[in-house]
């Protein structure tokens, strides 16, 4: 099969031919449809999100089940949506019913294997790294078959392959680590694909207000367009940025910070009210550090709250994400700005770090 293959960090990705062992126990072979293109695919590019090399990305993928192992009941042909967090059910994260923090899939996933430790990928012989447990930037992957979440047949591949990313991070942020309520301001910094998903996700449960914050005039008026209340522009600073969305709102119930960056987590604290949180989504730096007002977090019971994957069990939310995109109060599809074959990743990358794609969509066929 062919695939895109990072050979080292800062590397160009190149397009490869690749061997591709069968699934075992409890494992599914997948023919990926759609692919999207992710911030922390980059990350792993750049070195941002140490990644062992060489490896085939992506982790926003969606296809059709081709072959199963053993123990596995899922029919083959079944149309399915990819989870990059398959859980085990034992760890004490797990049985806390924290799912998402699950100790044996982070753990495995920093190995560059499956859940067993190996891979299933080779190139001349030799052993290829699996990314975030599913390496969907291929024409076929072999995955845990909890990754596999059915999807009807009416919703299409590219917006499958969103909600196990993008989408369920961003709508997960507001509806499971928030749990934002239909009085509450909401404030979301960065228009990104996640943070555009969080403008819906604010959106659908029916927050009072919802302010976008970002640099580019362009994406606050996507998010205007998918029912942002007011959109503000960056300003000098995180002060500065933060006061103009005090004054449009009061100061806000959540924050929701989406790009990772340390001044924009500190922009999102500060825009909050009494009892306020700021969400941190965006995967900063490894040696990143927040700089806060202390004194403000007892005196006002401001919080900052870490999320995960938005809190997002797939099996119980990736259904309800795709109920609401068929009852059309979440339209995914809108935030598709570019889609590219196989052969394309490259541009779609130069894409995103310039910022100027939403999601770009890589289709296999």
């Known amino acids: 099969m062919r695939a895109a293959v990072l050979p080292r960090t800062n590397g160009q990705l190149e397009i490869r031919e690749l061997e591709l062992a069968p699934p075992r126990e409890a494992e599914v072979r997948v023919r990926v449809q759609a692919s999207g293109i992710c911030h922390s695919d980059l990350n792993a590019i750049d070195g941002t999100a140490e990644t062992p090399c060489p490896a085939v990305l992506g ?4 296809g059709v089940v081709e072959e199963v192992g053993a123990g596995v009941d899922i029919p083959i042909g079944s149309r399915v949506a990819l989870s990059w967090m398959p859980t085990c059910g034992r760890c004490e994260e797990c049985v806390r019913d924290l799912p998402h923090l699950c100790r044996t899939t982070w753990g495995a996933m920093g190995r560059g294997g499956l859940l067993d430790g190996t891979s299933r990928l080779s190139m001349d012989g030799k052993p290829v790294f699996h990314y975030s447990l599913l390496s969907t930037f291929a024409e076929r992957a072999v995955v845990a078959a909890a990754s596999c979440i059915p999807i009807p047949d009416d919703v299409p591949f590219d917006v499958a392959a969103l909600i196990g990313c993008c989408v369920a991070t961003g709508t997960g942020a507001v509806w499971r680590t928030a749990s934002v309520r239909p009085e509450d301001r909401v404030a979301v910094f960065g228009c990104g694909g996640v943070g555009l998903s969080a403008v819906m996700g604010a959106v659908v449960v029916g927050a009072s207000m919802v302010v976008a914050v970002d640099l580019s005039a362009d994406k606050l008026a996507i998010a205007a ?13 995180p002060e500065e940025t933060a006061a103009l969305v005090r004054e449009a709102t009061g100061g806000v119930d959540i924050a929701i910070e989406a790009t990772g960056r340390p001044e924009t987590a500190r922009a999102a604290f500060l825009s909050t009210r009494a009892r306020g949180a700021a969400v941190l989504i965006g995967i900063p730096h490894p040696d990143a550090e927040v ?11 401001r919080r900052v709250l870490g999320s995960a994957y938005g809190s997002t069990m797939p099996e119980r939310d990736f259904p309800e994400i795709v109920d609401r995109y068929r009852r059309g109060e979440l339209p995914i599809d809108r935030l598709i700005s570019h889609r590219f074959p196989l052969e394309g990743i490259g541009e779609a990358f130069e894409l995103l ?13």
Do not use: F, N
Not at 59 to 62: D, L, T
Not at 225 to 236: C, H, K, S, Y
Not at 353 to 365: C, F, N, P, S, Y
């Open 59 to 62: 982790h926003e993928g969606a």
């Open 291 to 301: 700089s806060l007002p202390a004194l403000s977090i007892p005196r006002m019971e």
């Open 225 to 237: 367009a998918l029912g942002a209340t007011t959109t503000i522009g960056w300003a000098e600073g």
């Open 353 to 365: 770090r310039r910022g100027a794609t939403l999601r770009a969509i890589v289709q296999m066929d």
